[in-house]
């Protein structure tokens, strides 16, 4: 079996981060990504990004092209399409979908996958949720949309979308909205922007080149139907740690980490999205995060080698 010192699990900017600082400390690592390329969530980021200083990005792709630049990322020991799926913390020993590592330290680095609504299993017409409202938006010009959500993102999107639409039907589930003020601002007077609030999609039905969405409303005055071109679901995100080697979590899938980023268990560390919670995601933090877990990795090896 492959004995790894620092096996990094993921392959977004908090891995990768990681990963750098294995080199500057002189851990050697291997990077597993589940996907078959390195950049998690920075593929989807169509905004400049103006928030990561000192330099700003016009969009996520930049950054990355920068990053791929870097000497330890174009040397790093990566493998892709290999996704971590079980830990047996006794024993040290990682298995991914491909083989079985026994490792010194893991570094659990998976970000987070979008939720989805169970009533629109199997429809067609849910757009993905890497669609991005800024870059994508005309290609749904003229048509008419769902947004679904209360946050930020669904109050972005409904946005960015009522400028290219027909019309943007934003439906929230509670009476109140979690986005920032500046979103509730922008959606104020937009002609072509309904808000259905108290208002869940409970069905579907297709109907060619349009759909019918069933929906349930405490609000008598909202329809119990609604005809649409698209749906795009903007219901937050969950942690992907959720049940991984029995490790403790919190919130919806998060991994829970002391102030040395370390899990319930002494070699096993977590940095990024995987365990911050959807308030506190970015890019600042995953990479403060990957250079606190590794600097412990190594001040433990230190402790643990006889001089
Ligand atoms: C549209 C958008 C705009 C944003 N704008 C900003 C911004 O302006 N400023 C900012 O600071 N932040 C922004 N963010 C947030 C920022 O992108 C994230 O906080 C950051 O990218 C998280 O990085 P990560 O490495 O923790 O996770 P991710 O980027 O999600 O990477 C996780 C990686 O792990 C892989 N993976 C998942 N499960 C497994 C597994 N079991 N085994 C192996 N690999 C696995 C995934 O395929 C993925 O590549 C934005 C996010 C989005 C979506």
């Known amino acids: 079996m492959e004995h790894v010192q620092v096996l990094i699990a993921g ?10 600082w294995c080199q500057r400390l002189g851990l050697s690592c291997l990077l597993v990504e589940k996907s078959d390329r390195l950049g998690g969530q920075l593929h989807q980021i169509h905004n400049e990004i103006w928030d990561f200083p000192p330099r700003v990005y016009p969009r996520g792709a930049s950054l990355l092209d920068e990053l ?9 020991n990566v493998r892709l399409g290999e996704e971590l799926l079980a830990i047996d913390r006794d024993a040290h020993i990682v298995t991914t979908s491909k083989t079985a590592y026994r490792v010194d330290y893991l570094l659990i680095a998976t970000g987070v996958t979008p939720n989805e609504i169970p009533a ?17 938006a005309t290609s749904v010009a003229g048509l008419a949309l769902a947004v679904i959500g209360g946050g930020d993102r669904a109050l972005e999107s409904a946005v960015n979308l009522a400028r290219h639409a027909r019309h943007v039907y934003l439906l929230i589930r509670s009476n109140h909205l979690r986005a920032r003020p500046e979103w509730l601002r922008k959606i104020a007077g937009l002609p ?6 108290e208002t869940e999609v409970t069905g579907y039905q297709d109907e060619g080149e349009r759909l019918c969405l069933t929906l349930a409303s405490r609000r008598p005055e909202n329809p119990p139907t609604l005809a649409v071109d698209w749906i795009l679901p903007r219901i937050g995100v969950h942690g992907n740690c959720a049940g ?14 002391d102030e040395f980023q ?20 970015s890019l600042s933090l995953a990479v403060g995060q990957a250079m606190k877990a590794v600097k412990h990795i190594s001040m433990q090896y230190r402790s643990s080698t006889p001089f």
């Open 68 to 76: 791929y630049q870097h000497p330890t990322i174009q040397n790093l």
């Open 262 to 281: 370390r899990a319930d268990d002494s070699w096993i560390y977590g940095t990024g999205d995987a365990t911050n919670g959807a308030a506190y995601a």
């Open 244 to 257: 991984l080697g029995g490790l403790a979590t919190f919130g919806e899938g998060y991994l829970k980490t």
């Open 11 to 20: 392959g977004g900017i908090a891995g990768l981060s990681a990963a750098i």
């Open 192 to 197: 072509n922007l309904s808000l259905l609030w």
């Open 120 to 136: 629109l299993n199997g429809c067609k017409r849910v757009l993905p949720p890497a669609f991005s409202s800024t870059a994508e």
